[in-house]
């Protein structure tokens, strides 16, 4: 299986800071990377997908990059509705598998 | 509007079984390929498996990690999936999602999700 690393565990950043999430996969995917957001209580919801390609309906503040094994998140000013639990996943083989998370707090 | 909603859940004795249903609306469903994920509490989500489209003519894929003990199905003429638990374990403990995919040119992503449904598996 293709194992995703995620860094940092955890995160706080003031409103209207950047952000930057880290993934790496154990292999090359290809750019077959996505990003969700979870809040508490609810599913997560689809940010990102192709490494860099916004989903319909998602701020203009998050942004995807990388390539090979490495990839990131960008939220470019921090906003209080961001709060939440950030997954990465690829989605290159099976079986499709996610980083172990991102909590992102508000400072 | 694509809605998934997931039922079934509840409380399991070890080595028991559940099926779970998720109904989906507001889309074509035999256009899709439709999966189930679980998410242990406090942990990141797993996929399961998915079940293939009309197209492609309905086969499944699984996660190792249930394959032999988890089945997917769908009934396409009342838009419903269906996962199949058999030998239940402690570890199965989590929630339960449905989720639809996208396919694309850089690989399979999950676009729409279910509120889940909790399976707890305790003697």
């Known amino acids: 299986d293709i194992q995703m690393t995620q860094s940092p565990a955890s995160l706080s950043a003031s409103l209207g800071e950047t952000v930057t999430i880290q993934c790496q996969a154990s292999?090359?995917?290809?750019?077959?990377l996505a990003w969700y957001q979870q809040k508490p209580g609810k599913s997560p919801q689809l940010l990102i997908y192709?490494?860099?390609s916004l989903q319909d309906g998602v701020p203009s503040r998050f942004s995807g990059s990388g390539s090979g094994t490495q990839y990131s998140l960008k939220i470019s000013s921090m906003q209080t509705e961001d709060e939440g639990v950030y997954f990465c996943q690829q989605g290159l083989k099976y079986p499709f598998t996610f980083g172990s998370g991102t909590k992102l707090e508000i400072k | 509007e694509v809605k998934l909603l997931e039922s079934g859940g509840g409380l399991v004795q070890p080595g028991g079984s559940m099926r779970l249903s998720c109904a989906a609306s507001g889309f074509t469903f035999t256009d899709f390929y439709m999966n189930w994920i679980r998410q242990p509490a406090g942990k990141a989500p797993e996929w399961l498996g998915f079940i293939r489209n009309k197209a492609n003519g309905y086969t499944t894929e699984y996660n190792p990690s249930v394959k032999g003990r988890f089945t997917i199905s769908r009934d396409n003429t009342q838009n419903m999936l269906y996962l199949q638990m058999n030998t239940l374990r402690a570890e199965d403990t989590a929630t339960y999602y449905c989720?639809?995919?996208?396919?694309?040119?850089?690989?399979?992503?999950?676009?729409?999700w279910g509120p889940g449904t909790m399976v707890t598996v305790s003697s």
């Open positions: 989720a639809r995919t996208i396919t694309t040119v850089v690989g399979w992503y999950f676009d729409f």
């Open positions: 292999e090359d995917i290809y750019s077959g």
């Open positions: 192709g490494a860099s």
